[in-house]
T-cell receptor, first 113, second 115 residues
């Protein structure tokens, strides 16, 4: 079974631009979560989607948004990029039931210059 | 608030040494506890988990026991290998509305094992 796939692997953007990151979950998984990883703040939860609905949201500004499609694929968007948005963005999927664990992708490395 | 505290690294050990990485948590309710491992250039992989007090999670020689009385979930391995070199994250979930899709992570502990 294929794992969680994130595209692109690397991205370089300029301050003020916007960016869209993509995540394809493991087949059959209905829940997708996004995390931001930085050396200073570590891993921080962004949001979780289940069956196209946002189920939980972390403490990030409104510039960070996401969505989930009917095939469970998910995208996250960051508008008006700031230098501090440079990070590794990790997507994770789970079946969405009971205590099923998260399975992470390899991440998208975003650099804002 | 809910949080996870891990021992700071880096931790450097010789091959076959005993490993302990301390993890304590603060949470309301009854969270599930996890250890994830991250190898260079990769995402996180689930190493082991425990969903209730006194549960012991184990995998690949690693073990951790969910101790509610001390709010701890320390990771141990009896004999580490060079291939265990990675960053280890302790995490808890199930705090917000029962969802386990949003984890609270510790800062991570980098382990280096020398031959």
């Amino acid at each position: 079974k294929a794992g969680v796939t994130q595209t692109p692997r690397y991205l370089i953007k300029t301050r003020g631009q916007q960016v869209t990151l993509s995540c394809s979950p493991i087949s059959g998984h209905r829940s997708v979560s996004w995390y931001q990883q930085t050396p200073g703040q570590g891993l921080q939860f962004l949001f979780e989607y289940f069956s196209e609905t946002q189920r939980n949201k972390g403490n990030f500004p409104g510039r960070f948004s996401g969505r989930q499609f009917s095939n469970s694929r998910s995208e996250m968007n960051v508008s008006t990029l700031e230098l501090g948005d440079s990070a590794l963005y990790l997507c994770a999927s789970r079946s969405g039931t009971g205590n099923s664990p998260l399975h992470f992708g390899n991440g998208t490395r975003l650099t804002v210059t | 608030g809910n949080s996870v505290t891990q021992m700071e690294g880096p931790v450097t050990l010789s091959e076959e040494a005993f490993l302990t990485i301390n993890c304590t948590y603060t949470a309301t309710g009854y969270p599930s506890l996890f250890w994830y491992v991250q190898y260079p250039g990769e995402g996180l992989q689930l190493l082991l988990k425990a969903t209730k007090a006194d549960d012991k999670g184990s995998n690949k020689g690693f073990e951790a026991t969910y101790r509610k009385e001390t709010t701890s979930f320390h990771l141990e391995k009896g004999s580490v290998q060079v291939s265990d070199s990675a960053v280890y994250f302790c995490a808890l979930s199930g705090v917000y509305g029962g969802s386990q899709g949003n984890l609270i992570f510790g800062k991570g502990t980098k382990l280096s094992v020398k031959p």
